[in-house]
């Protein structure tokens, strides 16, 4: 079966850092997604890990490891426009094509 | 590209009615995805196509729901007769084929269609 967890809400304050943890447990592992979706608006994608270690875009980092089943979102110099749900989704099949099991999402506040 | 278009944008209708959603991936894009978002369940996949067949519709709820994709550049899902627990936000994605050199693999939503069933 597939699980995916992610805290359901953090708040943090403009200008600091925040970290947004993924946990999973899924068959057929072929990457991790992050998307941001604003309040009545579409998700749309952030970053892709397929292998393990850091990926950095900008002021947000993405951080996967297999072994251990975990990823985390870094957002740096939080700006009030990042309060968001941030989606962890795995990718899941072995064809040349696969679908994306999201988790619940994780709603980010950021306060001023 | 204009994206993902997904029609109509909202949709009010009674309980027994047919409801039919519409969508046109990207140009290019061989794989196409239906899902539906709540705020109890999240963002579930319901079906997916590649290169228009079929591929996986076991989150297809029960057989009020269908859904078509008779050429690579429309899709419909149907829901007939609509309930009032089907009301929701219906997202369209489509992506390109993972066997392409050098094209990342994300999936590219549509702004969604929300469906009210009174």
């Known amino acids: 079966g597939q699980n995916i967890d992610q805290p359901t809400e953090m708040t943090a304050t403009e200008g600091a850092i925040v970290q947004i943890n993924c946990t999973y447990q899924?068959?057929?592992?072929?990457?991790l997604f992050w998307y941001q979706q604003h309040a009545g608006e579409a998700p749309t994608f952030l970053s892709y890990?397929?292998?393990?270690g850091l990926e950095e875009k900008g002021r947000f980092s993405s951080f996967l490891s297999r072994s251990k089943g975990y990823s985390y979102l870094l957002l740096k110099e939080l700006q009030m426009k990042d309060s968001a749900s941030y989606l962890c989704?795995?990718?899941?099949?072995?064809?040349?094509?696969?679908?994306?099991?999201f988790g619940q999402g994780t709603t980010l506040q950021v306060k001023p | 590209d204009a994206g993902v278009i997904q029609s109509p944008r909202h949709e009010v209708t009674e309980m027994g009615q047919e409801v039919t959603l519409r969508c046109k991936p990207i140009?290019?894009?061989?794989?196409l995805f239906w899902y539906r978002q709540t705020m109890m369940r999240g963002l579930e996949l319901l079906i997916y196509?590649?290169?228009?067949?079929?591929?996986?519709d076991s989150g297809m709820p029960e057989d009020r729901f269908s859904a078509k994709m008779p050429n690579a550049s429309f899709s419909t899902l149907k829901i007939q007769p609509s309930e009032p627990r089907d009301s929701a936000v219906y997202f369209c994605?489509?992506?390109?084929?993972?066997?392409?050199?050098?094209?990342?693999?994300?999936?590219?939503f549509g702004p969604g269609t929300r469906l009210t069933v009174t």
């Open positions: 890990n397929v292998l393990d």
């Open positions: 899924t068959s057929g592992f072929n990457g």
């Open positions: 196509f590649n290169n228009n067949v079929p591929i996986d």
């Open positions: 140009s290019g894009h061989n794989s």
């Open positions: 989704a795995v990718l899941h099949g072995s064809s040349n094509t696969g679908k994306l099991i």
């Open positions: 994605a489509s992506s390109p084929a993972r066997a392409i050199a050098g094209v990342r693999y994300e999936q590219y």
